[in-house]
């Protein structure tokens, strides 16, 4: 049983600690060498169609550092791609957002209060960051997931879907997604309680359904996790 509250020093403990109880996650790199590990698959990513997408956690919040290096992976023939909710201010959004070739968008709700009982945060911000993002002519993957008992109600996905369909041409898919549990072990490695524990699987149906129901919104839909 690892006694979290009397560990002042991380490092210090993984390091010291000869049982593995402690262990180093990530390392600090800088945009000109992250740049340079990631160029090193382009003919990967030539021959896929694919390119490198940033994600996280949330990379807007590391603006500087993600707009940095998708500039030099752009520069050389690269597509570059943003997974972001969308919860950070218009200015650090921005100009992040015009930097890279796609953002890929995150609305868990439509109603104010289902998104702050699933998240503890308002989604006004993220609702206007999409318009202006649609507004700019920015290309965006809109994703819908569908948590069980959370944010699946009728009336909330027919809410996302008029103003996802609302967005206009900029919104060029909708990846409709399953809940799933692969970040329990995260949690759990951090000594956390996993939020979703016992919270069951998205029926398949329920997925088809949306999809079909944004096909007649006119939106093309992709059901996917």
């Not at 169609?49 to 550092?65: H, I, K, N, R, Y």
């Not at 993220?126 to 809109?142: F, H, P, Q, S, V």
């Not at 569908?146 to 041409?169: K, S, T, V």
Request: glycine residues 12%.
């Amino acid at each position: 049983m690892i006694d979290r509250g009397a560990c002042e020093n991380l490092m210090t403990c993984a390091a010291a600690c000869y049982f593995d109880a402690y262990e180093t996650v990530g390392f600090t790199i800088s945009p000109e060498d992250l740049a340079d590990k990631l160029v090193r698959d382009k003919v990967f990513y030539d021959q896929s169609g694919g390119g490198v997408t940033f994600s996280g956690g949330e990379p807007a919040l590391q603006d500087e550092f993600v707009l940095e290096t998708a500039k030099i992976l752009r520069s050389g023939g690269i597509h570059v791609a943003l997974d972001t909710a969308g919860l950070v201010p218009w200015h650090r959004l921005e100009p992040l957002a015009d930097g890279v070739d796609l953002v890929l968008y995150d609305i868990k709700a439509f109603d104010a209060g289902i998104h702050r009982a699933c998240t503890g945060a308002d989604n006004r911000v993220i609702l206007e960051n999409a318009g202006r993002l649609a507004e700019n002519n920015k290309d965006m993957i809109i994703r819908m997931i569908l948590a069980p008992g959370y944010n699946d109600q009728p009336e909330d996905i027919e809410a996302r879907l008029r103003f996802i369909a609302g967005l206009g041409p900029s919104v060029r898919q909708v990846d409709i997604l399953k809940l799933h549990h692969l970040g329990a072990g995260k949690y759990h490695s951090l000594g956390l309680p996993f939020p979703m524990e016992g919270v069951g699987d998205c029926p398949d149906s329920l997925a088809e359904a949306v999809a079909q129901r944004a096909a007649e919104w006119g939106l093309k839909a992709v059901v996917g996790g």
